[in-house]
């Protein structure tokens, strides 16, 4: 398999050397056509084998030309011939990606960063497409900070940071047009319906799965444990019926996102599990335990076992909730969970000197029987 690109790149340095006179109108498209034909020829006659790098070979090859074009246009390029045939040996370069990418995708290098010409052909169509399906987004009142995440992964100028690769380009351009074409005429009826969608979509930045964990939590954060636990597994029906639309991902090296966040889905079910079953052998027979304590007492005594680690709880909400249900005091025989909350994180020096001299009577007792 020969390399098909040293003429153009002749073409190029004689160009940018200013021996425009040395080329003729017909030779860039002739050019062209012969290089097309070669890269076929090759691609159906050759080594299966050498295919895939024959390919990335030409396609580095022009990201190579596409560069020295880059920093040309940065230079003079005076005379009106010399810019027709600058312009000229730009668009082949285009138009042979173009072919590339349209006839041979499978053996591109995906993981190739796009040359900042190229971006800047590709980026206005796709940053029309996304303008409008961000207000389509704004109009249906779908969260600001979803929008904002989609936002940030659409190239914003031809020298993006970090560097947009092909494969990534690819999966925008497409994600956008789907997008369009599931929501244009038909806006999300809320923010889920589009996390579903995007799911679908294997759209799997750690920004989106972040933003999917927060918005899950602050679905439950309202709800008694039984409901926490019905809203779970709903979400993880959804995710399981959520078929996918693409098998390709925007970020190679992450998981798919419907993966990752099942497994976030299920440790929160067995955690809420965990408690509810905490619960059901701690109180088996009776809704109440009746302690010797007052409210802002108990607070202390259950914050104190959290701290050292004999309670296991990371989230304080359902502690309050669990004692708001399961205990109650001398002055209280229904402990409100405000009470509580607020005895939790305020209290008073008799009241701790309360509860330390219960821990001393229970040391005292634990040196004498064991």
Same mark, same amino acid.
């Given at each position: 398999?020969?390399?098909?690109? #040293?003429?153009?790149?002749?073409?190029?340095?004689?160009?940018?050397?200013?021996?425009?006179?040395?080329?003729?109108?017909?030779?860039?498209?002739?050019?062209?056509?012969?290089?097309?034909?070669?890269?076929?020829?090759?691609?159906?006659?050759?080594?299966?084998?050498?295919?895939?790098?024959?390919?990335?070979?030409?396609?580095?090859?022009?990201?190579?030309?596409?560069?020295?074009?880059?920093?040309?246009?940065?230079?003079?390029?005076?005379?009106?011939?010399?810019?027709?045939?600058?312009?000229?040996?730009?668009?082949? @370069?285009?138009?042979?990606?173009?072919?590339?990418?349209?006839?041979?995708?499978?053996?591109?290098?995906?993981?190739?960063?796009?040359?900042?010409?190229?971006?800047?052909?590709?980026?206005?169509?796709?940053?029309?497409?996304?303008?409008?399906?961000?207000?389509?987004?704004?109009?249906?009142?779908?969260?600001?900070?979803?929008?904002?995440?989609?936002?940030?992964?659409?190239?914003?100028?031809?020298?993006?940071?970090?560097?947009?690769?092909?494969?990534?380009?690819?999966?925008?351009?497409?994600?956008?047009?789907?997008?369009?074409?599931?929501?244009?005429?038909?806006?999300?009826?809320?923010? #889920?319906?589009?996390?579903?969608?995007?799911?679908?979509?294997?759209?799997?930045?750690?920004? #989106?799965?972040?933003?999917?964990?927060?918005?899950?939590?602050?679905?439950?954060?309202?709800?008694?444990?039984?409901?926490?636990?019905?809203?779970?597994?709903?979400?993880?029906?959804?995710?399981?019926?959520?078929?996918?639309?693409?098998?390709?991902?925007?970020?190679?090296?992450?998981?798919?996102?419907?993966?990752?966040?099942?497994?976030?889905?299920?440790?929160?079910?067995?955690?809420?599990?965990?408690?509810?079953?905490?619960?059901?052998?701690?109180?088996?027979?009776?809704?109440?335990?009746?302690?010797?304590?007052?409210?802002?007492?108990?607070?202390?005594?259950?914050?104190?076992?959290?701290?050292?680690?004999?309670?296991?709880?990371? !989230?304080?909400?359902?502690?309050?909730?669990?004692?708001?249900?399961?205990?109650?005091?001398?002055?209280?025989?229904? @402990?409100?969970?405000?009470? #509580? !909350?607020?005895?939790?994180?305020?209290?008073?020096?008799?009241?701790?000197?309360?509860?330390?001299?219960?821990?001393?009577?229970?040391?005292? @007792?634990?040196?004498?029987?064991?």
């Amino acid at each position: 398999m020969n390399y098909e690109l #040293f003429v153009l790149e002749s073409l190029i340095e004689d160009c940018l050397e200013g021996k425009q006179e040395e080329i003729t109108e017909t030779f860039i498209p002739e050019e062209k056509l012969r290089i097309s034909a070669a890269i076929r020829r090759n691609v159906l006659t050759g080594d299966q084998a050498l295919i895939t790098p024959f390919i990335h070979q030409h396609q580095h090859g022009l990201i190579w030309m596409l560069k020295k074009m880059e920093q040309a246009e940065k230079g003079n390029i005076n005379s009106k011939t010399q810019q027709r045939i600058y312009q000229d040996i730009l668009d082949v @370069i285009i138009t042979l990606f173009d072919e590339l990418e349209e006839f041979y995708p499978e053996y591109l290098d995906q993981t190739t960063a796009v040359p900042a010409l190229m971006l800047k052909e590709r980026n206005a169509g796709l940053q029309l497409k996304w303008n409008t399906m961000q207000t389509i987004f704004m109009q249906a009142n779908v969260q600001t900070r979803l929008i904002d995440i989609l936002s940030e992964f659409m190239p914003s100028s031809a020298h993006s940071s970090p560097p947009v690769c092909y494969g990534q380009l690819n999966y925008l351009d497409s994600l956008t047009q789907t997008l369009s074409d599931q929501f244009a005429q038909s806006p999300p009826r809320d923010t #889920f319906e589009l996390i579903i969608f995007l799911i679908r979509l294997n759209f799997n930045p750690t920004t #989106f799965y972040d933003f999917c964990n927060e918005f899950l939590i602050q679905s439950l954060d309202s709800s008694t444990l039984p409901s926490r636990l019905e809203l779970l597994y709903y979400f993880k029906k959804r995710l399981t019926q959520a078929t996918l639309i693409t098998t390709t991902y925007y970020q190679k090296d992450l998981p798919s996102i419907n993966e990752s966040l099942t497994q976030m889905v299920d440790a929160e079910i067995e955690y809420l599990k965990s408690i509810s079953t905490l619960s059901e052998n701690l109180a088996p027979e009776t809704k109440h335990f009746q302690v010797n304590l007052t409210v802002r007492q108990l607070a202390i005594f259950i914050n104190l076992q959290i701290s050292c680690g004999i309670i296991i709880a990371d !989230k304080p909400k359902i502690i309050h909730e669990y004692v708001s249900e399961h205990y109650s005091t001398p002055d209280a025989d229904k @402990i409100s969970e405000k009470s #509580f !909350k607020n005895a939790y994180y305020g209290n008073s020096a008799a009241d701790l000197d309360k509860v330390l001299e219960k821990i001393t009577q229970m040391l005292i @007792i634990g040196q004498k029987k064991y």
